[in-house]
């Protein structure tokens, strides 16, 4: 087990003509996410700057939280769901804290 939670950042952008249903999308797997064992913080954040692109954080308890998470079969229904979308692959990155509070 982590000594620290673990943090998780992932950027993507919408196809403009599917934004009603990305959005859709989106929020319903953070609901299913923030009811998981181990999920601290699930957000969904757009960016200000073009609302097209959305960002998630995420704080999970363990590794193998985050494992578990990532074999979620809703997680697999939304990946597959928000095909044709997304413009491109969303960027995921887990992130080792360098300093933080």
């Not at 578990?68 to 413009?87: E, W």
């Not at 692959?89 to 887990?94: H, K, T």
Request: glycine share 2%; aromatic share 4%.
């Amino acid at each position: 087990m982590s000594a620290k939670p673990i943090h998780v950042v992932t950027l993507a952008e919408i196809v403009p003509r599917h934004e009603t249903d990305a959005i859709a999308t989106l929020r319903q797997l953070a609901a299913l996410t923030r009811q998981e064992e181990g999920c601290i913080r699930y957000d969904l954040y757009r960016d200000s700057a073009n609302p097209m692109r959305v960002n998630t954080l995420e704080l999970w308890s363990s590794e193998e939280d985050l494992k578990r998470h990532l074999a979620s079969p809703y997680l697999k229904k939304a990946v597959i769901a928000l095909i044709g979308k997304l413009s491109g692959i969303p960027q995921y990155r887990v992130l080792m804290p360098l300093d933080e509070l």
